[in-house]
């Protein structure tokens, strides 16, 4: 067995003090390196709150959540941010660029944050993050003159920057035409096969779904179904 990325035991999340709902009912869960797993299920059913706590942005109201076997019980509002830094790579359906920068500004955005500078051992990475993605020669466009495909390669670029172990992306194709959706997922598909990173997508997409190895369904905050996909 690979190990667990992401490993969830009794895991729930309720809202409110005097009136509490209760959103995510315990969820058990595992993600192994490597895996491309979709995430589906009606709105309201809490996939935006569980992609909330696997992205260490918020925590589970009770339940066990290992990140790379780190019980993230254990960590500050400090560890959890360095954590999420190293481990977690997100990728939006709007893609949360900045305009007035370049392609590769926005790609180095992330090491530039963490490291409180700018070198070029970043650009160098950025560069080759936009050639993984067939941008290389747009590197220095201001990304509003790029089209939405294009800014999503950049946003994808960002995300993974890192080599983080895991990606979260949210209806990652939802803004797209299907030939631009299809185009970025088989991107996303690539990196997860050539860096065994493991993927978790959120989609209201049967098809996208069915490209997955997994799809995991959520409904009223619990899971009814997690099943393998055959190709």
């Known amino acids: ?13 309720d809202f409110g003090d005097e009136v509490v709902t209760h959103v995510l009912k315990g969820i058990d869960l595992r993600i192994e390196a490597g895996e491309l797993t979709a995430l589906v299920g009606p709105s309201g059913s809490g996939k935006s709150t569980l992609l ?9 109201t009770s339940g066990v959540l290992r990140v790379l076997g780190r019980d993230i019980a254990a960590l500050d509002d400090t560890g959890l941010t360095e954590l999420r830094g190293r481990s977690i790579g997100f990728v939006f359906q709007f893609h949360h660029l900045l305009p007035a920068l370049s392609a590769i500004q926005n790609v180095m955005l992330p090491l530039s944050i963490a490291q409180g500078r700018t070198t070029a051992e970043h650009r160098a990475l950025a560069l080759e993050g936009l050639r993984e993605v ?24 960002r995300a993974l920057i890192g080599r983080p172990p895991l990606v979260l992306a949210d209806e ?8 631009t959706a299809d185009e970025v997922f088989e991107l996303l598909r690539g990196f997860n096969r050539r860096a065994k990173m493991a993927f978790l997508i959120v989609t209201h997409s049967p098809e996208l779904a069915a490209r997955c190895d997994r799809i995991v369904t959520l ?8 099943r393998a996909v055959r190709h």
């Open 1 to 13: 067995m690979t190990d667990a990325v992401l490993d969830l035991q009794g895991v729930t999340k």
């Open 52 to 60: 909330n706590l696997l992205g260490l942005l918020d925590r589970p």
């Open 134 to 157: 067939g941008l290389a020669e747009r590197a220095d466009e201001r990304t509003m003159r790029l089209s939405g495909g294009q800014q999503q390669r950049v946003a994808i670029a």
């Open 172 to 179: 990652p194709t939802g803004n797209l035409d299907t030939a």
């Open 219 to 226: 409904v009223d905050g619990r899971i009814v179904e997690d």
